[in-house]
């Protein structure tokens, strides 16, 4: 599970390489707002294409096969974007790591659901649920050192370098328990039907929902550090500590929402009260009127916004007709995750460009919250109709 665990992380440490390294990208390959922008959402185009797609490359070539291509793509990625020299190469290569992504988002769960019972899943799946918030927190507070010391292309390599040491230990530790397919499903029965699945209404409500969630949360990651130099004067490694706070409190805030969502018996609760204070908090995400504003608002978000995806991540398998369909749902889940990452920091940087004010960032991120917060209870809803 741990291999995994670091697989996961050093995903996401390459998909927040962007955001501490954005003023430096700016001025040195003339990257404008919405490019820096597309920079963090590239990586989530070959998540939202391939989230579904993971599910029957996980089927075939199994945890670990599909595992080290996942990380394997994200090396070849970030070492093609270490030598990039202009926005465009920088672009293909976010794309290439983000195959990483789609691949990694679907084969990490199936590991942990692979050596774990489901009666034993809540805690391994809240560790694992830690993989974007410490992933992000390693890349934020890592980046301005990294940068300082060898320059944006010396942090490009440093997640190089975590993802080999990554690829190394996947390659060696990850197997299949005994008596189980590699795929992580008992090998007895009928083969599930994925568009089965797939017909299930409530999954899409759910998944569109984190999408909204998603678009918020990657948004304001990406832009944070640089909304706390331009609009308050701090330098980029306090903005860069500032930003990655949110993710360091997630880190432990996920594993303590996977423990309370084992212990209460309305999960459903638990969804929809905290996606209503998480769109509460975010819609303040670019108005914070003063710097002494700055830390206990990326304390409080965090606090609030983590039990809403390890909600997501313990109901979603519920709403399919069988348990052999859990990773269809997780497949759908992760492909709502990756289409709100891909379309929201370069639409929130349209919006600050286009009024002029680091305030106007807040009007789609406000929307989207608000659409997440109407489709978690239409998913709630629905599911209530199914549940006995």
Request: charged share 10%; proline share 7%; net charge positive.
């Amino acid at each position: 599970m741990w291999s995994a665990f670091l697989a996961s992380v050093a995903v996401v440490y390459n998909q927040f390489k962007v955001s501490p390294a954005m003023a430096v990208l700016r001025e040195q390959l003339q990257v404008d707002m919405v490019t820096g922008g597309w920079l963090m959402s590239i990586f989530a185009v070959a998540g939202v294409m391939l989230a579904l797609p993971a599910a029957a490359v996980l089927m075939r070539l199994g945890p670990k096969l599909s595992g080290l291509l996942a990380v394997g793509s994200v090396m070849v990625g970030a070492a093609t974007g270490a030598f990039a020299g202009n926005p465009v190469t920088l672009l293909i290569s976010r794309g290439i790591e983000g195959i990483g992504l789609g691949l990694i988002s679907v084969v990490a769960p199936a590991v942990v659901a692979m050596w774990f019972e489901p009666h034993e899943r809540g805690l391994p799946m809240g560790i694992w649920a830690a993989w974007v918030p410490v992933g992000a927190t390693l890349a934020l507070n890592l980046g301005h050192p990294f940068i300082n010391a060898f320059g944006w292309r010396g942090f490009w390599w440093s997640g190089v370098l975590l993802a080999g040491i990554a690829f190394l230990l996947y390659a060696l530790v990850v197997t299949s328990p005994e008596g189980k397919k590699e795929g992580g499903a008992e090998p007895a029965g009928p083969a599930p039907s994925l568009v089965e699945g797939l017909k299930v209404p409530a999954i899409w409500v759910l998944g569109l929902s984190f999408a909204g969630y998603n678009f918020v949360a990657i948004s304001f990651g990406t832009w944070a550090p640089s909304f706390f130099q331009e609009r308050f004067g701090l330098d980029a490694g306090l903005a860069g500590f500032y930003a990655g706070l949110v993710f360091l409190v997630a880190a432990f805030m996920v594993v303590v929402a996977g423990k309370v969502l084992d212990q209460v018996r309305n999960r459903y609760q638990v969804l929809l009260i905290s996606v209503v204070l998480t769109s509460l908090i975010y819609s303040w995400a670019f108005l914070l009127p003063k710097p002494e504003f700055i830390l206990p608002y990326v304390m409080v978000v965090p606090l609030i916004s983590s039990f809403y995806p390890p909600s997501v991540f313990t109901l979603a398998p519920e709403t399919m007709p069988s348990p052999a369909l859990a990773g269809v749902a997780m497949a759908v889940v992760n492909m709502g995750s990756n289409f709100g990452a891909l379309i929201g920091p370069p639409l929130v940087g349209f919006a600050v460009n286009a009024g002029g004010s680091w305030s106007y960032g807040s009007v789609p991120v406000a929307f989207a919250m608000l659409v997440s917060v109407i489709l978690a209870f239409v998913f709630a809803a629905l599911a209530a109709k199914k549940r006995p």
